[in-house]
């Protein structure tokens, strides 16, 4: 898991079926850094595109 940072939003790479973790880490790390969106993307999906979620506060 990394975090990969912009201007504008925050993402999260995971490996692995346990979202809700990941979910809550990414969702502090925008809090606190008063970043609006960020992405959660999962590469443990047949399909990549299965695997994206985005997160906006």
């Known amino acids: 898991m990394e975090f990969k940072t ?8 995971v490996n692995n079926e346990e979202l809700d973790v990941h ?3 990414l969702l502090t790390y925008l809090r606190l850094s008063k ?6 993307i999962n590469f443990y999906t047949d399909v990549l595109k ?3 979620k985005r997160l906006v506060l």
């Open 6 to 13: 912009q201007r504008h939003g925050g993402t999260e790479f």
């Open 50 to 52: 299965n695997g994206i």
């Open 35 to 40: 970043i609006k969106i960020g992405l959660i």
């Open 23 to 25: 979910k809550a880490q």
